[in-house]
């Protein structure tokens, strides 16, 4: 039986909230049904698409596995982490403890990594057994098993993402980008001082923000 493994995560640039790794496992002759289903990288469809996607995707799924990397298990990589031992280095481990647990013939992963061969030789290597790894740019567009794991790590990231605003206010998408998600940031900061624990503070946008904030804070004192 020849078993296809997509691997992709979710959140990966987000300044707030965890980053989500999914791993799924398909028989082969499921290909064409997920084809039917219009599975397609998450970022395609809507938030509806994507959880009515994901229910099936795990339906007919021999397997799949999601992995939660918490803000701070992020900050202790980036910030002391040596150099081709950071984020990269992190997401590699991961998808290959994912990889080894589902145990595929074969395995498509989206690279992380500006080199997509060596991020997947990173895979290979930390391997307990021999599984052959496809590691491209865009991997969730080009092959539909990985656009099946980015569904599952984007719905479970969203839902996450919905709790952190129960509990703390609408901040937007979490992205950088998003000016919604900058003034959530300036608004923490002009009361308080620490960094929350959904906050990734290795972040350069967050420290950023956080000087401005108290630069400008000490300039009124004065």
């Known amino acids: 039986m020849f078993l296809i493994a997509g691997v992709d995560d979710a959140g990966r640039g987000s300044v707030i909230g965890p980053l989500i790794i999914a791993g799924v496992l ?10 039917e289903l219009k599975v397609k990288d998450s970022k395609l469809l809507t938030p509806t698409q994507r959880e009515n996607l994901d229910e099936k995707i ?18 202790k990589v980036v ?13 590699a481990k991961i998808m290959a403890k994912i990889i080894e647990e589902l145990n595929p013939t074969i395995a498509y992963v989206d690279a992380s ?13 930390m391997l307990s057994k021999k599984i052959k790894i496809i590691s491209e740019h865009k991997a969730d567009r080009k092959y539909i098993v990985v656009g099946a794991a980015s569904i599952l790590a984007k719905v479970y990231r969203d839902k996450t993402i919905s709790k952190l605003k129960e509990a703390y206010g609408d901040f ?30 290795s972040w350069k946008t967050v420290k950023k923000v956080r000087f401005e904030v108290l630069s400008e804070q000490k300039k009124l004192e004065f």
Do not use: C
Not at 26 to 35: H, I, S, W
Not at 113 to 125: H, L, M, P, V
Not at 192 to 200: A, E, G
């Open 26 to 35: 398909f028989n082969q002759e499921k290909m064409e049904e997920l084809k």
């Open 79 to 91: 910030f002391e982490g040596k150099k081709m031992f950071k984020l990269n280095w992190l997401e």
């Open 113 to 125: 990594d500006i080199d997509a061969k060596r991020f997947g030789k990173q895979i290979e290597n």
């Open 58 to 75: 795990r339906s007919l799924a021999l397997k799949f596995k999601i992995v939660e990397v918490s803000p701070n298990e992020v900050d």
């Open 172 to 201: 937007g998408s979490g992205y950088a980008h998003d000016p919604k998600t900058l003034n959530f940031l300036k608004e923490w900061f002009k009361t308080r001082k620490d960094y929350p624990q959904f906050l990734r503070k």
